[in-house]
């Protein structure tokens, strides 16, 4: 019989299944969510006798295989989603009312064994979704077959779900387990690997199919001058990977990919390796280095209450003198005391002055953990400085004149830069003979002028600092010493940073 046509969003997934293909059998290994649900079930006349209340014997099960699962039975899933040649990796099967889009890929190049990982949606999505959902299992296959390359990650959890299936079995066919107990839930205790696939999971069911793209947006925008900010509380283990040990021994929010990549004597590569993973599993998003000349502010109002977020804050960091006897944290304090720290951000301060105030105010935020949370919950945001060529304004303008003093080598650099149009030489020239009068020695005037015409080509795309200073390898100290003797021609402005 066919499913029941639920109304479900297109783009809303009803689960996901992780299935083993070897030489033996085509083999459940996980389902999600782990019990079924209602409208799972088959539009068939028992069904219709439960949903009256009749009465009516449960069935009996020797065996969690003989559930059934998406109206199909456990133990012939496996078989339905397995690709009917040895060349197909991709899974787009329609069965009743459903559909079952994914991917199978080898735990090796030496083994016979395949894992499938599949989405199950309304079996009348359109194309766009579909292609979708294609893309994204295909992204979680690369990046379990790199874990697996990196440190037997698949065979490691492999074999931890096996024995949680073997151990179910055994007790089930001793009669010692009802036969109606899966081992799902178990495995989703265990196994680090389908924690990971049911976060992206519900980070898809709630966003759709934003997140997919979002994901992939965040993947292609990565820079070496960016860095990670750890999702989760406890770091991932680093699995006896040599490489991946010393990325989390070098990594700092305060320090850029390419710093870190420096310490740990790597490619950019194999680096990037280790983080597409960690963002593709949820495990990191994206950020800029946390750098105490940044700028920040308060983030957009958030979905989640901030109670709870300041309740989270408190447990997270708890304030040993607003602890009482039984161990509980006053109330009083987890209504306030975001709120407090907040108006420390307003309206706009560099994370030193933050430090400054929040020591004199707040001593319990005046870290870096704190930071991190503030800017992982979306509570804190970075501003970028921007910097852009302008025309001075007319005032300026007013009875400048190009100095006799300037050296013919200032008026060389000028003349030689093909970027500017000779109406902006000129408003150089007017600058440099204005920061002659300052009094500033010619030595010196030279070497910021070099500094600004190798910065041209940015100011002109109005870039933003941080990628500045990683494509010219000139220092944050440097572009402020050009701002402040060249500001008339230049304009700074601040904006939320987005990656």
């Avoid at 190049?109 to 990982?117: G, L, R």
């Avoid at 997919?212 to 989760?232: E, G, N, Q």
Wanted: charged share 20%.
């Amino acid at each position: 019989m066919a499913l029941l046509d639920t109304g479900k969003a297109f783009d809303q997934p009803w689960g996901f299944v992780v299935s083993l293909k070897d030489k033996k059998e085509d083999q459940v290994l996980f389902v999600y969510p782990t019990k079924e649900q209602p409208l799972e079930k088959m539009s068939s006349i028992e069904d219709v006798i439960e949903s009256m209340q009749i009465t009516r014997k449960a069935p009996t099960y020797k065996s969690w295989k003989e559930l059934s699962r998406f109206g199909i039975s456990l133990h012939s899933l496996g078989s339905v989603i397995s690709p009917k040649h040895s060349n197909v990796g991709e899974i787009n099967i329609k069965v009743d009312a459903l559909r079952f889009l994914g991917s199978w890929f080898n735990v090796s190049e030496d083994s016979e064994e395949a894992i499938c990982i599949a989405f199950v949606l309304s079996g009348n999505c359109p194309q766009d979704i579909v292609d979708s959902f294609l893309i994204v299992s295909r992204q979680i296959s690369g990046a379990i077959c790199s874990l697996e390359k990196a440190s037997n990650f698949v065979r490691n959890q492999l074999a931890l779900i096996q024995r949680i299936h073997e151990g179910i079995d055994m007790e089930q066919s001793e009669g010692l387990l009802r036969g109606n107990i899966t081992p799902f839930d178990e495995c989703l205790r265990e196994s680090s690997m389908l924690q990971s696939l049911q976060r992206i999971f519900e980070d898809v069911f709630v966003h759709g199919n934003n997140v997919i793209t979002a994901l992939r947006k965040m993947i292609d925008s990565i820079r070496p001058y960016h860095t990670l900010i750890f999702v989760d509380d406890e770091r991932p283990t680093p699995d006896k990977h040599p490489l991946l040990l010393s990325f989390l021994e070098h990594y700092s929010p305060e320090r850029s990919l390419e710093e870190i990549r420096v310490d740990m004597r790597c490619t950019m590569d194999q680096l990037m390796l280790f983080v597409h993973n960690l963002i593709q599993w949820g495990r990191a998003v994206i950020s800029y280095p946390i750098c105490l000349q940044n700028s920040y502010t308060i983030g957009e109002p958030s979905s989640v209450d901030i109670e709870d977020l300041a309740a989270y804050y408190n447990y997270l960091f708890p304030d040993p003198t607003k602890i009482s006897k039984n161990g509980e944290i006053e109330k009083s304090l987890s209504s306030s005391i975001l709120a407090e720290i907040l108006e420390l951000l307003s309206p706009v301060v560099t994370l030193e002055e933050y430090f400054v105030n929040a020591s004199r105010f707040h001593p319990r935020a005046a870290n870096m953990e704190t930071v991190v949370f503030l800017l992982k919950t979306g509570l804190m945001i970075q501003l970028h400085v921007h910097i852009q060529l302008i025309e001075p304004s007319q005032a300026w303008l007013q009875g400048k004149c190009i100095s006799k003093d300037l050296s013919p080598r200032v008026k060389t650099l000028i003349k030689n830069c093909h970027h500017l149009e000779e109406i902006f030489k000129e408003y150089i020239l007017y600058a440099c003979s204005n920061i002659l009068s300052l009094p500033l020695s010619e030595p010196d005037l030279f070497e910021a002028l070099g500094t600004l015409i190798s910065l041209i080509p940015h100011f002109l795309k109005c870039e933003y600092v941080e990628k500045i200073i990683y494509e010219t390898k000139v220092t944050r100290s440097s572009i402020n010493r050009v701002i402040d003797l060249f500001h008339p021609i230049l304009f700074v402005f601040e904006i939320p940073a987005t990656i």
